[in-house]
């Protein structure tokens, strides 16, 4: 795996981040850090390539999200935007071509991503999560795991949250259900869903 990584070619800005996070290596990260204001828009989201127009919401998720599982930060004022404008996305203020294509349904499980990834800079708005909360309540049993994970994250992260550990044990046996325990091998079952590609995430993600 680490050859795989140090001989990887394609270089949009998602592409290098998760080749310097797979290695390890915070030198080759923080020299892209360098440059990393030319891959972000006016709007404060991320761009593939610096000459890009538009930044992707999607991609900032993404870029945010793993950071903050390995510890690395993006420069401050680049985090600061880029935090920002998931802000403006949950407060519905952001006009962004990522969402046009998605259905309803798809658009609150974008919704949620931010909310998660706010969660883990410490920048969650409890009111504005409640509300989405109880628009996706009618459909959690057939979410993807994905947004179970999302979910829980906040639940276990948001210590203020009400009834926030029933909500938690509700979500951690959803994730259950689907994981299936054979000999030395666990496997996680099919959650019918087809859009989680448009999000950067897939089964084998999760």
């Known amino acids: 795996m680490k050859k795989f ?3 990887y070619l394609w270089n949009c800005i998602e592409q290098q981040i998760s080749r310097w996070v797979s290695l390890n290596d915070k030198v080759g990260f923080d020299k892209l850090m360098a440059t990393v204001n030319t891959y972000q828009d006016s709007d404060g989201l991320l761009k593939f390539f610096p ?13 945010l999200e793993m950071l903050s599982e390995i510890g690395w930060h993006l420069p401050k004022d680049v985090e600061e ?3 920002s404008a998931l802000e403006d996305h949950v407060r519905g203020l952001l006009r962004n071509s990522d969402l046009n294509y998605l259905g309803l349904n798809q658009k609150q499980d974008v ?9 883990r800079y410490h ?3 409890a009111h504005s999560f409640e509300g989405l909360y109880q628009q996706i309540k009618p459909r959690l049993s057939t ?5 179970w994970i999302d979910l829980l994250y906040i639940l276990r992260n948001e210590t203020k949250l009400l009834n926030r550990q029933d909500r938690q044990v509700q979500i951690e046996n959803k994730i259950q259900s689907r994981l299936h325990v054979e000999s ?4 996680l079952s099919q959650d019918n869903t087809e859009s989680g590609w448009l999000m950067m995430r897939s ?4």
């Not at 000459?51 to 870029?63: A, E």
């Not at 979410?143 to 947004?147: D, E, F, P, R, V």
């Not at 030395?184 to 496997?187: K, P, S």
């Not at 089964?203 to 999760?206: A, G, L, P």
């Open 51 to 63: 000459r890009m127009n538009n930044g992707s919401l999607i991609l900032t998720q993404t870029i």
């Open 143 to 147: 979410m993807a795991t994905a947004q």
């Open 81 to 83: 935007k880029s935090l």
């Open 5 to 7: 990584w140090q001989n």
């Open 184 to 187: 030395r091998r666990i496997t």
């Open 123 to 125: 920048r969650l708005d």
């Open 111 to 119: 919704l949620l991503i931010s909310f998660a990834v706010l969660s």
């Open 203 to 206: 089964q084998s993600m999760v």
